[in-house]
Nanobody
Framework: QVQLVESGGGLVQAGGSLRLSCAAS????????MGWFRQAPGKEREFVAG????????YYADSVKGRFTISRVNAKNTVVLQMNSLKPEDTAVYYC?????????????????WGQGTQVTVSS
C-alpha cells in the first residue's frame, strides 16, 4: 500500500496560483487512481479533481473546472494539482487520496489511502 505526503500549500492572494504536489511511496503507484479533495472549516470534505491510473482520464468539480489542472508522473510517483485564478472560497485543507480498486472519482469513501493534508489559504 502506498503512503502519501502532500506539499505546496500556503497563503496566496486572490487571483494567484499554487501548485500542490503529492508524493507516493512504494513501487505500485501506477496501480492507483488518484484524487484531490478539500475540506473548508465547518464544511464537508469535497471532491476537487481525479486522474486515472494512466493519466489519460481526468475529472474536476464544477467549481474548479478551467482553473485547476491535475496531472501525474508515474515514474516519479507524483501527482500534481496546479491551481490558478484562486478565489477566497478555495481556502481549505487539501488532501491527496489513492484508490486501488474500482474507481469512482467523486466518491471519497472509495479511496483507500489518504495523505495528511496541506493548508491552502486565499486572501481577498
Amino acid at each position: 500500500q502506498v503512503q502519501l505526503v502532500e506539499s505546496g500549500g500556503g497563503l496566496v492572494q486572490a487571483g494567484g496560483s499554487l501548485r500542490l504536489s503529492c508524493a507516493a511511496s512504494g513501487r505500485t503507484f501506477s496501480t492507483y487512481a488518484m484524487g484531490w479533495f478539500r475540506q473548508a472549516p465547518g464544511k464537508e470534505r469535497e471532491f476537487v479533481a481525479g486522474i486515472s491510473r494512466s493519466g489519460v482520464s481526468t475529472y474536476y468539480a464544477d467549481s474548479v473546472k478551467g482553473r485547476f489542472t491535475i496531472s501525474r508522473v508515474n515514474a516519479k510517483n507524483t501527482v500534481v494539482l496546479q491551481m490558478n485564478s484562486l478565489k477566497p472560497e478555495d481556502t481549505a485543507v487539501y488532501y491527496c487520496a489513492a484508490e486501488g480498486g474500482q474507481w469512482y472519482p467523486h466518491e471519497q469513501y472509495q479511496y483507500d489511502v489518504w495523505g495528511q493534508g496541506t493548508q491552502v489559504t486565499v486572501s481577498s
